[in-house]
Structures are given as C-alpha cells and as structure tokens.
C-alpha cells in the first residue's frame, strides 16, 4: 500500500513506517486507532480541518488524547476567529475521506499548524491519507513535509 502522503516523504528522502490497522468506521477516535497501532494517544496525532475568517481553509494536527483549542488556533493563524469545517466539506477541501485525513499531498497546501508537543517524540503517528493507514516518522521530519507551524493549539479534553 502505498499512500500519496507516503509518496511524498519518499520525494522529500523522509524515513517513515506505514503502518495498517483494522479500520472501524464506527470507532474512529485516535485513542482506538493510538491502541491498534501500538502507541499511546499522545504520541498519535489526528489531523482537523478547519476555516479561519482571514486565513481560509487550514490544517490542525493534535495529539489523539486532546481537544482543539478553537482561540488559540487563530492566533497562531492570525485570524480572529476559526472553526471546524462541516464533515460534508472534509473530502471536497482535503481530497480525504474522514477517518483518513492528513496534511501530506492534500489536494491543497493549506496552512498546517501542528501542537508543540509534536517536539516531545521521537517518533510520532499521522494519518497516510487512506483509512486504517498510519505513518510514523519523527517530528521535525513530519514538519518539514508539512510545512508546519508549532503553537500550543491542544487542550486536554478533561479541561472542558
């Protein structure tokens, strides 16, 4: 199986793991996929789209145990205001399908904003951009494929 995101780090010389897991479209929380492939949520980080009122369309990749922090998503984005986009809007904008969605060879390159606590791995887990597919890869190389940005974009969902 090889993914368009998978492509690309192999374009970039990225080193990377593709890792499958048995998908289950009525259990698609990052903890359950975090488990099936072996690593803790933090560790494994999903990836949302959201709409910025400046900026438009962009990406925010948090760790599987957290929640989006809407506020301070735009002010690393510098917008006023950003929101998740609706689900009906998650294929036409990203050309993956909910449950498979990743910043990497995206239809578009929209921005990517990443949680900082990306740095605290030596290795993470993204979406390859096909349903009960995982990438691990170190931190800064998923950065540099990304083009992403770091910021505290996460909230612990017990916060809430």
Do not use: C, H
Not at 29 to 38: Q, T, Y
Not at 43 to 53: E, S
Request: hydrophobic letters at 45%; glycine letters at 10%; zero cysteines.
């Amino acid at each position: 199986m090889k993914t368009n995101a998978a492509r690309l780090l192999d374009q970039l010389g990225v080193a990377y793991e593709l890792r499958g897991y048995d998908f289950d479209e009525d259990d698609m929380a990052a903890e359950s996929v975090a488990r099936k492939v072996g690593l803790p949520p933090e560790q494994v980080f999903k990836t949302l789209i959201a709409r910025g009122d400046r900026s438009g369309p962009l990406f925010a990749v948090l760790p599987g145990n957290a929640e989006l922090d809407l506020k301070a998503l735009a002010r690393l984005s510098g917008d006023r205001s950003v929101g998740t986009v609706p689900l009906k809007e998650v294929q036409p904008l990203t050309g993956y399908l909910r449950g498979g969605v990743t910043a990497l060879a995206a239809k578009k390159p929209y921005p990517v904003f990443v949680d900082e606590t990306v740095i605290l791995f030596d290795r993470i887990s993204v979406s390859a951009g096909a349903r009960g597919w995982q990438l691990l890869l170190a931190p800064d190389d998923y950065l540099r494929a990304a083009s992403g940005k770091t910021g505290a974009i996460a909230r612990d969902k017990a916060a809430t």
